[in-house]
């Protein structure tokens, strides 16, 4: 411990960093592993790979954002973080297994949340690692419980959808402005992200989106009830043999009611952490770009 190091995140950095993420997310998800629920996989070269060029995109937009924490073994932990005009978000936060609890996290969430310091709103997806939860609580966010709906889509009670269309880059301006308003703060540079690993809908008078893949929602904001149910009907309507809606919070009742409806199971999973805000509805958020 005592030649830990905190130093900002480089390039050169990324490749340990996604290997540390695999394995301390791996190991929590197999400890927290609920019976009947997909078993914890690690994660797949495409998977690692999106995570890189996510991370690396972070190095570019916030460079003050992302830091490690480095001794003789060399980088043993990692925070990054971004912001996004009022809004303040941290996308990943780990430590090598076999050195968490230790102190490490500790340091690494400070320089994080300092470069927030200036953001009025702070938001992050947390895990149910009790260890997080306790830095998040320390760092002064206040943590709102996290639902999840999986399962297989009965498309018998999906209502016929109207009103919908792909989304291009030429909505990502209207998104944004809708994103201020949900969040404080647009996806802005995210949008490259999200779009590399998800498909967009968009309502066709602009009230709402969604990235979605066929296997899950990534995230859906909307200006109204309305909007956000009939973009969720779609996703549900493209999606494959499982479906999952993650990061709801009880703001937003009515994705736990279509999950409820679609037959989908509800449980839940991890908290969202929050900081001069309430939990934004009718949204559901990214767990990484929020
Ligand atoms: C979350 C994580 C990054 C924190 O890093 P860390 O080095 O373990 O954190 P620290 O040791 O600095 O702090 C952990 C705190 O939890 C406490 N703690 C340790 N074990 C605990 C347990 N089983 N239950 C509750 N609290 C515990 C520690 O005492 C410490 O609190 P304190 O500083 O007030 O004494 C790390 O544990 C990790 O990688 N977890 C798995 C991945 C993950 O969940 N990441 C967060 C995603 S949101």
Do not use: K
């Not at 019976?35 to 690692?48: A, L, N």
């Not at 460079?63 to 009022?86: I, K, T």
């Not at 303040?88 to 050195?99: C, I």
């Not at 973009?231 to 494959?240: D, K, T, V």
């Amino acid at each position: 411990m005592d030649d830990l190091r905190i130093r900002p995140m480089t390039t050169e950095d990324l490749a340990a960093a996604e290997r540390i993420s695999d394995d301390a997310f791996y190991e929590l998800d197999v400890a927290t592993h609920v019976p009947g629920r997909p078993r914890p996989e690690r994660r797949t070269p495409e998977r690692s790979a999106a995570w890189v060029a996510r991370s690396a995109r972070f190095l570019e937009s916030d460079p003050g954002g992302s830091w490690v924490a480095e001794d003789a073994s060399g980088v043993v932990g990692f925070a990054s973080s971004a912001r996004r005009e009022e809004v303040w978000f941290l996308a990943t936060f780990a430590v090598e297994p076999g050195r968490q609890g230790a102190g490490i996290g500790a340091p690494l969430l400070e320089v994080a949340v300092e470069y927030g310091r200036d953001c009025p709103r702070w938001m992050l997806s947390a895990s149910d690692d009790p260890r997080a939860l306790r830095r998040y609580h320390r760092a002064g966010l206040r943590l709102h419980p996290q639902m999840t709906l999986t399962g297989t889509v009965d498309r018998s009670t999906l209502p016929a959808v109207s009103g919908v269309r792909e989304g291009t880059p030429e909505d990502r301006e209207w998104m944004d402005e809708l994103d201020r308003r949900l969040r404080g703060g647009p996806h802005g540079p995210d949008h490259d992200s999200l779009a590399d690993s998800t498909s967009l809908v968009v309502t066709a008078e602009r009230s709402g989106y969604a990235y979605a893949r066929p296997d899950h929602l990534a995230v859906l904001g909307a200006r109204d009830a309305t909007a956000a149910r009939t973009l969720l009907w779609e996703c549900l309507a493209r999606s494959g043999d499982r479906f999952e809606i993650g990061h709801v919070t009880s703001a937003n009742g009515w994705a736990v009611e279509i999950g409820l409806d679609t037959r989908l199971s509800l449980s839940t999973s991890g908290f969202l952490g929050l900081r001069g805000m309430d939990p934004p509805a009718p949204y559901v958020h990214h767990g990484a770009l929020l």
